[in-house]
């Protein structure tokens, strides 16, 4: 027999009743018992693991609360976990580009995008952004590292000259002469 709210009523007799009793401690058992350590083990009370099923649109916020809770991306097109703040806003937490040129998004919100590639000279780098990579609206912080191949010097240098949240303008040049030249380096971008 399943759960009943109704049982026992105050006119019920425990003989009659009993079964009915005892039914709805086996059911609110085995709701406990899911994904929780059960009754009598010293962590009582403690998850064993969190299920969140995949929601098929962001759920309503309360006043005063947070939310998290699975729904499918629109970034990697499969359940992942997002984070609703009090003021409402959504951040998908779980998915990434992970790749050469990849991204990820903290639950705090901060968008990091990484990559490497090359420039001549002053040249504008536009950051990645696609059906699958979110865009910056704001970028507070980009680290240069210039690449050499193997041990070698490469007698390059990779200054960073401005950014805006699209994009940055680089300028490539050799260390120890007046002159542009072809640089490998590596970025990170980090912003919201």
């Avoid at 009743?17 to 009370?45: C, E, P, R, W, Y």
Wanted: charged content about 20%; aromatic content about 10%.
């Amino acid at each position: 027999m399943a759960y009943s709210n109704s049982k026992p009523q105050p006119t019920d007799k425990l003989r009659v009743s009993q079964n009915d009793i005892l039914n709805n401690f086996i059911a609110l058992k085995t709701t406990i018992d899911t994904n929780h350590v059960t009754f009598d083990m010293a962590d009582t009370g403690k998850h064993k693991f969190i299920s969140f099923p995949e929601q098929l649109a962001d759920p309503a916020l309360a006043v005063n609360e947070v939310q998290f809770y699975a729904k499918n991306s629109t970034l990697s097109t499969e359940a992942e976990l997002f984070l609703r703040r009090e003021d409402g806003t959504i951040y998908e937490i779980t998915s990434a580009g992970k790749a050469v040129t990849g991204w990820t998004r903290l639950p705090s919100g901060i968008l990091i995008k990484w990559g490497n590639t090359s420039a001549t000279g002053l040249d504008t780098i536009t950051l990645p952004v696609a059906a699958t990579i979110p865009a910056f609206t704001t970028v507070y912080s980009i680290q240069l590292v210039p690449i050499a191949a193997g041990a070698v010097d490469a007698d390059i240098a990779v200054r960073l000259v401005s950014f805006i949240a699209a994009s940055f303008d680089v300028y490539c040049t050799a260390r120890t002469t007046v002159a542009d030249k072809l640089a490998s380096f590596e970025y990170l971008a980090i912003g919201i």
